[in-house]
């Protein structure tokens, strides 16, 4: 059995723990990790097969957050499609 981010997740964390007296705030790193990868342009399904999601929905729905920089990235690669009139409604 191949051992899946959760899995791997977990175990730094219970080593981390085990080492300093404050806890490491669980819930920080898959979001950011995901973010992170989504926002490199990783597929969603590669993206919920790392993570050990049975379901997309979960991935995109709550771990999966935009930002304004890759918001603004996309609309202006938008507005450059729309320049070369291949999306003529872009302005």
Do not use: W
């Amino acid at each position: 059995m191949v051992p899946n981010y959760d899995t791997m997740f977990r175990l730094l964390v219970k080593k981390y723990n085990q080492c300093h007296e404050e806890a490491f705030p669980k819930v920080a790193m898959p979001h950011t990790f995901c973010t992170n990868l989504a926002n490199a342009g990783m597929d969603p399904k590669v993206l919920q097969y790392i993570i050990g999601h049975f379901n997309i929905t979960m991935t995109l729905d709550y771990y999966a957050h935009t930002t304004y920089a890759s918001t603004r990235a996309e609309m202006e690669g938008l507005a450059s499609i729309g320049r070369k009139g291949l999306f003529p409604f872009v302005f």
